[in-house]
């Protein structure tokens, strides 16, 4: 997305920056575009990160992904690129995107994709 788009995501001090905890945040009302037959599509995206510094704030966070319902992307691309754009706000320790797509034509489609932190063990 565009740096329009980064800007809408806002964060804040993690309050534990000493501490590895996960957060998961559930967004069931995903809504996206696909580019070949310009149909909506329609997911869950589950975000489970290892904040460092900042974490994300959720109002930011829904604005961001309603982008998405007007963006032509396949599910692969939409899923690496949200992971993209929150590794680039946020410099997590460790982030899992989960995109589970609604079924389309008796099949469905979940795409998973993980960001380490260089400077973290595996």
């Known amino acids: 997305m565009s740096e329009f788009f980064l800007e809408k995501i806002e964060t804040f001090e993690n309050p534990y920056p000493n501490r590895d905890y996960v957060i998961e945040t559930v967004c069931p009302e995903f809504t996206s575009v696909c580019p070949k037959t310009g149909q909506p599509d329609f997911g869950t995206i589950n975000i489970s990160y290892i904040a460092d510094k900042e974490c994300f704030e959720l109002k930011?966070?829904?604005i961001y992904l309603q982008q998405y319902r007007n963006h032509g992307a396949f599910y692969e691309k939409v899923t690496?690129?949200?992971l993209d754009d929150l590794?680039?706000?946020?410099?997590?320790?460790w982030m899992v995107i989960l995109a589970e797509f609604t079924p389309r034509g008796g099949i469905r489609t979940n795409v998973s994709v993980e960001h380490q932190a260089e400077n973290r063990p595996v």
């Open 87 to 93: 590794v680039a706000v946020l410099k997590p320790r």
């Open 80 to 82: 690496n690129q949200i």
């Open 60 to 62: 930011s966070l829904k």
